[in-house]
T-cell receptor, first 116, second 113 residues
């Protein structure tokens, strides 16, 4: 149980375009989802916390107009990187928490974004 | 000072050896402690979860938490080449649907056949 999927797994886009990444909890309802960014050989950097039906809470230094997050249902959250630039190239990972029980997060497989 | 400190490694040991991975932390409010395993270009996978102090064993893996020393460990017995990955410790302060998890920087582990 507690499977989280992400789509796409890899995306290459031109500078200036927008890219949408989907995060789905497949076998549980996730009231809270998190979006992380990970640079090579570095740890996870939390970008934002997303609660179903409300606005996301962004970490300091993360531009909310640049990284649009929508959590429209208990099983789906999306991250849209708007007007992407090469410095946005990174590994983006989402995670989800179940609505009850432990404090653990279950991670998706990640999306590798390359902006040319 | 970082809230969670973890030696990045790399750590290389022969197959069959016992591996010890460790993290220290500074925030005494942390109560939930986790270990994640991350293979290259994949998302982290939850390995172990413990609450407060004590030991927890699951197969070849043992997690230890010493809150008095603010020190947590993950032991891997009879290590296998398939255990080669980056191991991330993680912790949080309280249960809530929106509580944040603080991650260590990860230790890269390589098991030599």
């Amino acid at each position: 149980g507690a499977v989280v999927s992400q789509h796409p797994s890899r995306v290459i886009c031109k500078s200036g375009t927008s890219v949408k990444i989907e995060c789905r909890s497949l076998d549980f309802q996730a009231t809270t989802m998190f979006w992380y960014r990970q640079f090579p050989k570095k740890s996870l950097m939390l970008m934002a916390t997303s609660n179903e039906g409300s606005k996301a809470t962004y970490e300091q230094g993360v531009e909310k107009d640049k990284f649009l997050i929508n959590h429209a249902s208990l099983t789906l959250s999306t991250l849209t990187v708007t007007s992407a630039h090469p410095e946005d190239s990174s590994f983006y990972i989402c995670s989800a928490k179940t609505s009850a029980g432990t404090d653990t997060q279950y991670f998706g497989p990640g999306t590798r974004l390359t902006v040319l | 000072q970082k809230e969670v400190e973890q030696d990045p490694g790399p750590l290389s040991v022969p197959e069959g050896a016992i591996v010890s991975l460790n993290c220290t932390y500074s925030n005494s409010a942390f109560q939930y402690f986790m270990w994640y395993r991350q293979y290259s270009r994949k998302g982290p996978e939850l390995l172990m979860y413990t609450y407060s102090s004590g030991n927890k064993e699951d197969g070849r893996f043992t997690a230890q938490v010493d809150k008095s020393s603010k020190y947590i460990s993950l032991f891997i017995r009879d290590s296998q080449p398939s255990d080669s990955a980056t191991y991330l410790c993680a912790m949080s302060g309280q249960y809530s649907s929106a509580s944040k998890i603080i991650f260590g920087s990860g230790t890269r582990l390589s098991i030599r056949p």
